[in-house]
């Protein structure tokens, strides 16, 4: 199993520009996460969602958009980036809260370095 | 979520048990107690997490407090591949926020050889 995994790896974009962020899992898990980290910060979710078709705010979702069109895959979209922006971004994925089966046990991605000039 | 508190950085030498403290006075009776850590240049990792009793699975050891208003993470022998940030987070388990791991700065740990 690949896990999840995060494309690209690392993108530079101008103020303004716009790009998705590709998160995909392989794990068949319900759960999905974004997360943004900056310099010598804890992680702060931007958005997750729960199911194909269904998307949900976090902490910090203003400028981003998100969109599960399939289990599998869940991206992350910057309309007109900012420089405030600039940041690694980890997705995540887990089973249901539902499940007792597993611990709620969140596995993360390699991580975009995403730098906005 | 409940705040948790913990050091800033520690230091362990390698081969030697290392005790990571986490405080969390305001937590609930629905509050899990996660620790993840993360690798430099890497996504964070489980370790493990626990409600009331202590824990052990291979990555290490989690001694939680009567009260609860404190838990220790124990690295059993610490290698060089155990230098991280470790985080203490705090999961409610029902609602909305029970979606949510709430990152803080947490603990960096230098192993040294």
């Known amino acids: 199993n690949a896990g999840v995994t995060q494309t690209p790896k690392f993108r530079v974009l101008k103020t303004g520009q716009s790009m998705t962020l590709l998160c995909a899992q392989d794990?068949?898990?319900?759960?999905m996460y974004w997360y943004r980290q900056d310099p010598g910060m804890g992680l702060r979710l931007i958005h997750y969602?729960?199911?194909?078709?269904?998307?949900a705010k976090g902490e910090v979702p203003d400028g981003y958009n998100v969109s599960r069109l399939k289990k599998q895959n869940f991206l992350l979209g910057l309309e007109s980036a900012a420089p405030s922006q600039t940041s690694v971004y980890f997705c995540?994925?887990?089973?249901?809260?539902?499940?007792?089966?597993?611990?709620?046990?969140?596995?993360f991605g390699p991580g975009t370095r995403l730098t906005v000039t | 979520d409940a705040k948790t508190t913990q050091p800033n950085s520690m230091e362990s030498n390698e081969e030697e048990p290392v005790h990571l403290p986490c405080n969390h006075s305001t937590i609930s009776g629905t509050d899990y107690i996660h620790w993840y850590r993360q690798l430099p240049s890497q996504g964070p990792e489980y370790v493990i997490h626990g409600l009331t009793s202590n824990v052990n699975n291979r990555m290490a050891s989690l001694a939680i407090a009567e009260d609860r208003k404190s838990s220790t993470l124990i690295l059993h022998r610490a290698t060089l591949r155990d230098a991280a940030v470790y985080y203490c987070?705090?999961?409610?388990?029902?609602?909305?926020?029970?979606?949510?791991?709430?990152f803080g700065k947490g603990t960096k740990l230098s192993v040294i050889p």
């Open positions: 969602s729960v199911g194909e078709g269904t998307t």
């Open positions: 995540a994925s887990s089973y249901p809260l539902t499940r007792t089966d597993v611990p709620y046990e969140q596995y």
């Open positions: 794990m068949n898990h319900e759960y």
């Open positions: 987070i705090l999961r409610d388990s029902y609602g909305a926020g029970s979606y949510q791991l709430t």
